[in-house]
């Protein structure tokens, strides 16, 4: 069987292994990225966040990005009950980028992919990780399936997993973990959305409480395309029947916010349902390999830190793999698994206060702290590395006792105001 050589083998050509790849890369080392698709291919994650900009700006990758022409977003709209809280990135607590984008991600990884092969690093698509032999040195023997069923083999000093929902590493192991998330269901399409609103929109997307625990996504492209999608319980989505479509339909007529506006816009493609996608693993990293993005851990959508964390995991663990292969000791649980777990539970932590109804008792407050609603947006924008920030060093008591104090004063001027 045909054997090629590299010093790093990146699985995926996702916004994860496009990032590692660059990072190892820009160090001088051989790099070779195989992804099991054909691209452009569809994938959902479509709202970005400016924490995510830094790490494609360090990955040399943020022009193939800027040159798409994506549509600027400028933060995030929540909206319950037609009240509405708006969140402007450059009204933050952290010091960072301003605007993310809003992207198709068939575009914005092809994108990426395309600019790391600019950097010289070959990507061979249709080519599927199907086995992998770790050596006692950490170097392995992985094999590959390439799209007419040919095999073939690649020796690695060290691989990447950035291969997303495919879990390679993960499921050739068995290291794959239950998530302490609740199941959740999505139900999402393109529409052209012709009657866009134009005076708040499309520089930023929105977020409706649709129930306490089912939430709609609005995310205009710059196309004039917009993705629209419901996320919650797998329950709430029984009473709607019929195609996908037609639930869709459906679920949108009876969302006041939306119903109107998508009233007979055409649906691109036939809607696509995605369920139960939180995952974890045993481990981060291991004898000769590091697991970056969706692998690791993959929370929900409804802060959109996906490709956020995808894109950071990877800078960071770039870095590392680099002083790896430079014989330099590395604290892999210090130095990746703190500090992505840093990040992961911030963000779980703002997850499961947006369901438990926390954030929305935050988020519609009246009369909001505007030190402590600068310091919720940085999160909103990524910053959750950023410890000088009390929402992220105290992400899991702050939150809840954010919301107590507003409930006591809402409570205290209920009765004030004769209990009215
Ligand atoms: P991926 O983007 O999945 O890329 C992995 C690549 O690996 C793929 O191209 C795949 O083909 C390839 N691969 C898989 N198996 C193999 C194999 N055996 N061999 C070779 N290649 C392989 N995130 C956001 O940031 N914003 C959002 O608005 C957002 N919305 C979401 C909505 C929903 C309903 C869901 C479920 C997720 C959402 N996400 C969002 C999360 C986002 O989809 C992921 O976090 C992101 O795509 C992770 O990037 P990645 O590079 O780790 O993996």
Redesign the pocket.
Known sequence: MQMEQTDVLV???????TVAGAIVNKAGYKVKV????KFP?F??????LPRCMEALEEAGLLDSVLKMGFQRKTGAKFVRDGVICDYSFSDQFTDGWNHAYQVTRADF?KALADGLEAQGVPVEYE???TAIRFNEDGSSVTTLTDGNGNEKQIEARFIID?????R?IPRLFGLDKPSNLAPRK?L?VHTNDVNRQMDDEPDRITVIVHKPDVWVWV?PFATGVTSV?F?GDPAFFEKYTGTPEEQLRAAIADEPYIAERMKGVEYLWEPKI?QS?SSTTEKFYGNGFVLT???TE?LD?VF???????TVSSQIAGKLVVRHLKGEPVDWDKDYTEVMMQGVNTFRSYVMGWYDTTLHTIFFAKDQNPDIKKMICSVLAGYVWDTSNPYVKEHDTALHKLAKTIRLRDSIEYINNGFK
């Not at 699985?11 to 292994?17: M, N, W």
């Not at 994938?43 to 970005?48: A, F, K, R, T």
Request: cysteine-free; proline content about 4%.
């Open positions: 699985i995926g050509a996702g916004p994860a292994g195989v992804e099991k698709m291919r994938v959902i994650g479509e709202s970005l990884d080519t599927t990780v950035g291969s997303g929902y495919g390679v999505a999402f995310i999608g996320v995605l996608w993005g969706n692998v993959f959508p959109s830190s996906g490709v956020t964390l995808a």
